[in-house]
């Protein structure tokens, strides 16, 4: 009879494993990338006339393997740039009514800057002439909470929205954006509204606030938006990095614990929001002290991969990373005080460069991997006036980089004042004239009509296997919609169930961790919520002992598994359900407490690194 078995965690521990039948919902590979090809670069310094990049997509949008797709299974870039003021302008010194005292001089009013010198169908037209699909749009805690109306002068060139809070403002930019094609991501950037990024009150999405109201806030500004397809993703927090004491952390279960507190933002948002919403999660920007000789580093996205994270939906995670050539791997991007001799990325070789951004971020792109998921550059961008000779170099190599890896992007910022912030693509005087990378003589235009008319992917992405990795490092880590609507199925331990579609593949020996995957059968489960908690060897039948002197867990017949918990290191539970098809009858014994016992491809990478672990075959 078709059976999966599972052994207690003793002296020594194995794991008797079934066949699976092919399915014919199996998935399949997906099709190669287009190469990455070089555009000629445009004659004139000025940005490309660009077709509408927002026409022929159909949301919500979702992942396979690395790449974002729409509801028909296309190919879908975020070729993003970032319209801020939403998050604040103000520097944290001095009167914030004087706008000396805020970013570039440029006072935002907590709302998108722009608004009181261009109207908003003026704004969206020169959005659509630099090519772009999608917006980043950045907002503070503060906003959502402000029930002060902006002053007349902030919208001068849009009076409809006189009178309104910063929030009705954004709603009001959010409709315009999405009514007029665009792609919008919501940006929690800030907590309080004022200028990042810096020992700010601002370093952690708990700095200024409990993790409870942070989420909670998601929650609402995901409910907000719900009813408009094109408001797309979630993205959680901005440059997570260390206050004055403390450093965030990746995976610790304290306090500061960005990978948990994304987690549980992500899941929320999902489950009781919006469940068509991309989620970001971007990596660790910041740790340690820069001071030459003490310990500090920019992780980036290097955590994921030994602790990725799990939502509930496993198509709808982003990760992403952000890269600017005045800092670098280890620097601080500081001049003077908390300047280290540390490399900027400006300072590296373009192979060192192409290097360190596959290390710190694009491994994440690997197919294949418990990690495997977009990367989103989120930020990234140069100033106009710029003239050294590195720092352009950098901006040419890394627009290439994209280019060659087929990269989504959102370049920092679309919008700022002339004569104040250079670093926009697109810069506004008083009078509502426009200047930047759409006219001539902006350096910036060769590099930006490289990286706006290289050939890139855009057709149908085929689905490809899935492989998500489980952590019970510090409590629960249930993916299962299904599986939490039945309660708690083994009081007092911790658990942990694959989402729904998955099966676990595999579990490591002491640690907690597990492996799950719809690799070759697909979702394997049938319809209901039947379920089966396996705690001793009532379904091992007569004969059949697979690890004699050991206790085994093992499904009833028809079943297989998808969850498990634990008691300290000891197995507790099985948890099982139907499959919706029969189950090959072979199967054989794995031990997984004397080696990584793994197949031999190593599908699904290192889901309990540094811990002996046991992992079926993709067909078992």
């Given at each position: 009879?078709?059976?999966?078995?599972?052994?207690?965690?003793?002296t020594?521990?194995?794991?008797?494993?079934?066949?699976?039948?092919?399915s014919?919902?199996?998935?399949?590979?997906?099709?190669?990338?287009?190469?990455?090809?070089?555009a000629?670069?445009s004659a004139?310094d000025?940005?490309?006339?660009?077709p509408?990049?927002?026409?022929?997509?159909q949301?919500?949008?979702?992942?396979?393997?690395?790449y974002i797709?729409?509801?028909?299974?296309?190919?879908f870039?975020?070729?993003?740039a970032?319209?801020d003021?939403?998050?604040g302008s103000w520097?944290g010194?001095?009167s914030?009514?004087?706008?000396?005292?805020?970013?570039?001089g440029q006072?935002?009013n907590?709302?998108?800057?722009?608004?009181?010198r261009a109207s908003?169908?003026?704004?969206?037209?020169?959005f659509h002439?630099l090519?772009?699909?999608?917006?980043?749009?950045?907002f503070?805690?503060?906003?959502i909470?402000?029930?002060?109306?902006?002053?007349?002068?902030a919208?001068?060139?849009n009076?409809?929205?006189?009178?309104?809070?910063?929030?009705?403002?954004?709603d009001?930019?959010?409709?315009?954006?999405?009514?007029d094609?665009?792609?919008v991501i919501?940006n929690n950037?800030?907590n309080t509204?004022?200028w990042c990024?810096?020992i700010d009150?601002?370093?952690?999405?708990?700095?200024?606030?409990?993790?409870?109201?942070w989420?909670?806030?998601?929650?609402f500004?995901?409910?907000?938006?719900a009813?408009?397809?094109?408001?797309?993703?979630?993205?959680?927090y901005n440059?997570?990095?260390r206050?004055v004491?403390d450093?965030?952390?990746?995976?610790?279960?304290?306090?500061?614990?960005?990978?948990?507190?994304?987690?549980l933002?992500?899941?929320?948002i999902?489950t009781?929001?919006?469940p068509?919403?991309?989620?970001?999660?971007?990596?660790?920007?910041?740790t340690?002290?820069?001071?030459?000789?003490?310990?500090h580093?920019?992780?980036?996205?290097?955590?994921?991969?030994?602790?990725?994270?799990?939502?509930?939906?496993?198509?709808?995670?982003v990760?992403?990373?952000?890269?600017?050539?005045?800092?670098?791997p280890?620097?601080?991007?500081?001049?003077?005080v908390?300047?280290?001799?540390?490399?900027?990325y400006?300072d590296?070789?373009?192979?060192?460069?192409?290097?360190?951004?596959?290390?710190?971020?694009?491994?994440?792109?690997?197919e294949?991997?418990?990690?495997?998921?977009?990367?989103?550059?989120s930020e990234?961008?140069?100033g106009?006036?710029?003239?050294g000779t590195?720092?352009?170099?950098w901006f040419?190599n890394?627009t290439?980089?994209?280019?060659?890896h087929?990269?989504d992007?959102?370049?920092?910022?679309?919008?700022?004042?002339?004569?104040?912030?250079?670093?926009?693509?697109?810069?506004?005087?008083s009078?509502?004239h426009?200047?930047?990378?759409?006219?001539?003589g902006?350096?910036?235009?060769?590099?930006?009509?490289?990286?706006?008319?290289?050939?890139?992917r855009?057709?149908?992405?085929?689905?490809?296997?899935v492989w998500r990795?489980?952590?019970?490092?510090?409590?629960?880590?249930?993916?299962s919609?299904?599986v939490r609507?039945?309660?708690?199925?083994?009081?007092?331990a911790y658990?942990?169930?694959?989402p729904?579609?998955?099966?676990?593949?595999g579990i490591?020996?002491?640690?907690?961790?597990?492996?799950?995957?719809?690799?070759?059968?697909g979702?394997?489960r049938?319809a209901?919520?039947t379920?089966?908690?396996?705690?001793?060897?009532?379904y091992v039948?007569s004969?059949g002992?697979?690890?004699s002197?050991?206790?085994?867990?093992?499904?009833?017949?028809?079943?297989f598994v998808?969850?498990y918990?634990?008691?300290?290191t000891?197995?507790?539970?099985?948890?099982?359900?139907?499959a919706?098809?029969?189950l090959d009858r072979?199967g054989r014994?794995?031990?997984?407490?004397?080696?990584?016992?793994?197949?031999?491809d190593?599908?699904?990478?290192?889901?309990a690194?540094g811990?002996?672990?046991?992992?079926?075959?993709?067909?078992?």
């Open positions: 009879m078709p059976t999966i078995r599972l052994v207690q965690y003793l020594s521990v194995a794991a008797a494993l079934t066949l699976l039948a092919a014919p919902t199996a998935v399949a590979a997906s099709e190669p990338a287009a190469s990455g090809v070089h000629q670069a004139t000025s940005a490309a006339d660009f509408r990049a927002t026409d022929a997509w949301p919500p949008l979702s992942t396979r393997g690395r797709v729409d509801a028909r299974g296309n190919r870039r975020l070729r993003s970032n319209w003021g939403a998050q520097t010194s001095g914030a009514g004087d706008p000396a005292n805020h970013h570039a006072d935002s907590g709302i998108p800057l722009g608004l009181d908003l169908p003026t704004l969206l037209a020169d002439a090519g772009i699909n999608s917006v980043r749009l950045p503070s805690n503060g906003m909470h402000s029930t002060t109306p902006v002053p007349d002068a919208v001068a060139a009076p409809q929205l006189r009178g309104r809070t910063p929030l009705q403002v954004y009001a930019v959010v409709t315009a954006l999405t009514g094609g665009f792609a919501l950037h800030t509204s004022r990024c810096g009150g601002n370093e952690r999405w708990n700095s200024s606030q409990s993790t409870q109201q989420a909670d806030d998601w929650v500004m995901a409910r907000r938006y009813a408009d397809p094109r408001v797309v993703g979630a993205d959680l440059e997570v990095r206050d004491l450093d965030p952390n990746w995976g610790l279960g304290d306090a500061h614990d960005w990978y948990a507190a994304a987690q933002a992500a899941d929320r999902l009781e929001a919006n068509n919403l991309l989620v970001v999660v971007e990596g660790i920007n910041w340690g002290v820069p001071v030459d000789g003490l310990p580093d920019r992780p980036t996205l290097t955590p994921v991969r030994t602790l990725s994270n799990t939502l509930v939906d496993t198509h709808k995670l990760y992403s990373a952000h890269f600017y050539g005045y800092t670098g280890r620097h601080s991007g500081a001049t003077g908390g300047e280290t001799h540390d490399a900027r400006q590296l070789t373009r192979d060192q460069l192409y290097q360190v951004l596959a290390d710190q971020a694009f491994f994440v792109t690997t294949g991997q418990h990690y495997t998921a977009p990367v989103w550059v990234f961008g140069i106009a006036n710029e003239t590195a720092a352009r170099t040419g890394i290439d980089y994209f280019v060659d087929d990269t992007f959102a370049y920092w910022p679309l919008v700022g004042w002339e004569g104040h912030d250079d670093w926009a693509l697109l810069r506004y005087d009078a509502g426009r200047s930047g990378i759409l006219d001539q902006d350096w910036r235009a060769t590099a930006w009509n490289h990286l706006m008319t290289a050939a890139s855009t057709r149908y992405v085929a689905p490809t296997a990795m489980l952590s019970t490092d510090h409590g629960d880590q249930v993916q919609v299904r609507a039945g309660g708690d199925w083994d009081s007092g658990k942990a169930a694959c729904d579609g998955l099966r676990l593949i490591s020996h002491t640690t907690g961790r597990g492996l799950c995957t719809d690799t070759t059968a979702d394997l049938a209901g919520n379920q089966t908690v396996v705690t001793d060897e009532r039948p004969g002992d697979w690890a002197g050991y206790t085994k867990l093992q499904c009833p017949a028809g079943q998808i969850g918990s634990r008691r300290g000891r197995l507790s539970a099985a948890l099982c359900v139907p919706r098809a029969a072979t014994t794995v031990w997984l407490d004397r080696s990584d016992n793994r197949p031999a190593g599908a699904g990478g290192d889901f690194y811990d002996y672990k046991g992992q079926c075959a993709a067909d078992e």
